[in-house]
Every structure is written in C-alpha cells, then in structure tokens.
C-alpha cells in the first residue's frame, strides 16, 4: 500500500476575496483556509485581502472572522476536532490578512486594489501570484471579471492569475452559455476555477479509486451488472433565511446541474487515460452529452408544509420569510436519467433532493442484478435484499456492500448482511469542511476538480426541458409533502412505475 501526504503549498500567491464580510466567507472559506494553516498546507509566502463594500478596517475585518470561527468551533461541529480555536495558528493566518473597501462596479475600485496588491506583493514576495475569489452574488461575476481584466488584473505577465467562481453557474443554459462566453472574452480557461465543494469531500474523490483502481469492481460497473443507480442529497433544514435566494432558485437549479450532477459524472464517467485535469473533465463532459433528453414525464417536483422533524414542529415553505404565501417554488426535485452509451444503456439513475426531509442524508446506492434464483427462490431482492453497494457522502463518510449469507442453522435460510468501511475507523482525517482540498488545487494549479465549461453548458442542457416545463405550468398541488416525510407521493410513483423503490432517508 502506497500512503501520500499532501505537502505545503509550494506557490507563494495572494488570494483576493470578493464578498469578504458575506457568509460563504465566513462558513467556509475562512474556516478552510484555518484548517489548511493548522496542517501547515497554505504557502509559506501568503496574503489574503479581503475585498467589500463596506467600510472597516483590517482589524475590525479579522475579529469578526475570528469571533464567527471561534463560535463555530466552539459549536462542536463535526468539521471541527477541538471546541476552542488554536490562538496560535489564527493568529498568523490573520497576520497575512488586510481589508479594502470597494464597489464591485466601479473602476476606480480595481485600481485601487492592484495597488493594495503591489504593496502587499512588495511586502510578501508573492511574485505577482493572485487568486480572485468570487464569494459574492452571482449577479456580480460579469461585472467582476470584466472589471479586472479593464483594471490589467487578469494580465500574466508577472506571476499567474486565476479565478475562483461559486454556484450558480448560470441559472439556465442560455445564461450559463452568456456567463462563459464574458468570462472567455477576459480570461484563459485555464484561469478559471469553477468550484462545487461536493467534489472536496473524500468520498466523492474515493468513487474513481473504487471503481479504478480495484479489480473488483470494474469489470461489473456497466449495464450487464448493474439494475439501477439512486442518487440521493436530503437536507433536514429548510431555506434558512434565504427566502428571496429560493425564490428566484429553486431545488432544480440550486442543486441538480451542480451537485447531483457532480456524483452523477464520478459514477458513470469512462475510465480516464490518465490523471491529467482536461482527460478527466473530458470524461465527465462525455456523460452529459450521453444522457437521454428529458421529458417532463422524467421529473417531479414538491414543495414542503409544516411538518415535524426530531420532534420539533416546523412551518412550511410558504410560511418562511421573504416567501410569497402562494408560492410555486419547489423545494424537492426527482429526476430518472437514462444514459446512451455502451456502459449504461438500459439502466436508470434515479437522483432526489429536497428541503426538509428526514434528515441530513448524502448516499449513491447501486443495485447489482440478482443472481438467478433457481436455488433460492425466496431470496429477498430489491430494497430488502442483497447485492447493493453503497457510498455514503454524509453524514458519515463510507462504503457499504450488502450481500446475502446462510443464517446459523439447521436449514439454508439467507440473510441480508453488510460488510462496512467508515473513514474514521481507518483513517485520521484532518478536520474539514470541504473546500480545503479545492483551495490547495487551486493555490497549486490543478483543475481536476473544477468544472470546465462544456461540462457546465451540458449538465444545464439535461435539466433546461424540465426549467421550461415548470415555468410553463404552474402547479396547485403545493405544498405536497409534510417536513420531515421523503418527499411527494408523486416521486415515489416515478421509481414504482419501473417496479422499484426509494431506499429509505435515515
């Protein structure tokens, strides 16, 4: 067995965040990049600027990071192994930090910030190495790219320039295609970070070494083996705040093109040629252009009501605030997906996301065909019997590979039986919360988990037939599942008409 540890960053570079005082900021970029300083991963000549509207100063910027990580951890989140920050290793992270206030529209602005980053170049010797991240609103990504290659910001011609950009990518696939044809305009596809932090977490890497690098697998991962394939991302919490987000998003879009999509390409993609960034999104981009154009027949929507979740009551979705009280914003999506090609003709994906389900529940469960059951008749299939193998995403990070053995006894009578793998149980994992590995790729250069651009105006082309179905024909159903069920009636019946079942949301 071969072991690896990843060492520290050998890029010195800045790294300029557009939405510096916004909550993508603080939940997850901070918190990453302190993770990274407490594994001793982030360069050893390093910078980071914060970059917003309002005006603060570097201190004022710093504690109030500080105090929202130092609550945070103090929480006892799973991301975090210790309920106190380490002073120390805060304490050079925030040394590297400075705050300039500045208008995302203004030309004046971006100037002002390439020369905050000479001085800090000057400073640090960073070698004119810049990240921009864009954490701010998605209607600022244009406006931001154009600005800076305006401003000589995206020029490479000291140092390298890159561009870390959120989701949504596009809220269709003709504003996907707008976005990539600006951006392209300034910057080189190279430069261009398109970030989904599904593809940080461990078990959405460890799908290629599951099926690439074992013998076992491999040979069966294709439409003679396999029945079907569930993909499922469930969410106990509602919208959070983000009343006037969901209403202009919706679970389709905030969740399908990207993250879905995402355990979709790890699951079916060929195997690559190599591990080079461009052959593996390449064997991703191929799984899109394969899939079956959809019908509205190939998905359901939903909405959830008040409900009940781990015994506390909660209200609907058109009860939340900056909700309308008439609402049609589904807050659940299932889709069936056929994929034409050699591998996967004939077996279907069955993906599902929601609001407020049962609970907090990330799995790809795929369903081996039985085997002929001449001998054993009584043999239990489908969700109640043997042959699946399950890849859990969270909340606990695992495979699970369920198969049939002889219960102790006199006579043959079978069992269903697991044998499990937990990463916990093998490995010591460095806390995380997923955008750690995308921000040490990026610092190094390595797109491999970054979405490139025929990847994302191809996922948006499977899903853009049920986008215009939905807008075409509202529905009075809503609300159509309780909080706290699995979702509408209607998405089991999509799974049943193929004489399958949902496996159940834990």
Avoid at 425 to 432: H, I, N, V
Wanted: proline share 5%; aromatic share 10%.
């Amino acid at each position: 067995m071969t072991e690896g540890k990843r060492q520290r960053c050998a890029t010195c570079c800045a790294l300029v965040i557009f939405g510096a005082g916004g909550d993508l900021t603080k939940r997850l970029v901070v918190p990453a990049l302190y993770n990274l300083a407490k594994q001793d991963l982030l360069p050893e000549k390093f910078a980071i600027v914060g970059f917003d509207h309002n005006e603060k100063t570097d201190d004022v910027w710093r504690k109030e990071l500080h105090d929202f990580l130092e609550q945070i951890v103090g929480s006892g989140h799973g991301e975090f192994e210790a309920r106190k920050i380490h002073e120390s290793v805060w304490n050079k992270l925030a040394s590297t930090m400075s705050y300039m206030a500045g208008d995302f529209l203004e030309a004046a602005s971006y100037t002002k910030l390439r020369n905050h980053l000479q001085r800090r170049d000057s400073e640090a010797g960073l070698d004119g190495n810049v990240v921009f991240y864009l954490a701010a609103a998605d209607r600022f990504f244009g406006p931001i790219v154009d600005a800076l290659g305006e401003a000589g910001l995206t020029s490479q011609e000291k140092g390298w320039r890159r561009v870390v950009i959120e989701k949504p990518f596009g809220h269709d696939l003709p504003s996907a295609k707008a976005l990539n044809q600006r951006i392209l305009k300034v910057l080189n596809e190279d430069q261009i970070y398109r970030i989904d932090h599904f593809l940080g977490k461990e078990t959405v890497q460890n799908i290629m070494a599951l099926r690439f690098a074992n013998g076992l697998f491999e040979p069966i991962w294709n439409r003679d083996r396999i029945d079907h394939v569930q993909i499922t991302v469930a969410e106990s919490i509602g919208i959070e705040q983000r009343g006037k987000f969901y209403e202009q998003t919706g679970a389709l879009r905030d969740m399908v093109p990207n993250h879905l999509f995402q355990l979709v390409a790890m699951t079916a993609m060929e195997p690559p040629a190599s591990f080079g960034a461009d052959e593996i999104r390449s064997r991703k981009a191929d799984v899109f252009k394969a899939v079956h154009p959809l019908s509205p027949d190939d998905a359901v929507r939903g909405q959830y009501g008040s409900g009940e979740i781990n015994g506390k009551t909660v209200a609907g979705y058109r009860e939340e605030p900056n909700v309308a009280p008439d609402s049609g914003v589904e807050t659940f999506a299932a889709l069936r997906l056929t994929i034409d090609n050699w591998r996967w003709a004939g077996v279907p994906f069955y993906l599902r996301t929601g609001k407020r389900l049962p609970s907090r529940w990330t799995e790809i469960a795929i369903l081996f065909k039985h085997a002929p059951l001449t001998l054993f008749r009584d043999t239990p299939t489908g969700n109640l019997g043997p042959d699946w193998l399950i890849l859990q995403i969270q909340p606990d990070e695992g495979i699970r590979l369920r198969f049939n053995a002889k219960r102790p006894g006199t006579e043959m009578h079978l069992e269903s039986v697991a044998m499990d793998f937990k990463y916990a149980d093998w490995f010591q994992q460095a806390p995380a919360v997923g955008y750690e590995t995308l921000l040490y790729d990026c610092f190094e250069g390595d797109q491999t988990l970054f979405q490139r651009a025929d990847q994302v105006e191809a996922a948006w082309a499977v899903v853009q037939p049920i986008i215009e179905a939905w807008a075409e024909s509202a529905t009075k159903e809503f609300p159509n599942y309780a909080a706290g069920s699995a979702g509408p009636k209607a998405a089991d019946a999509l799974i049943e008409r193929d004489g399958r079942k949902w496996r159940p949301i834990h």
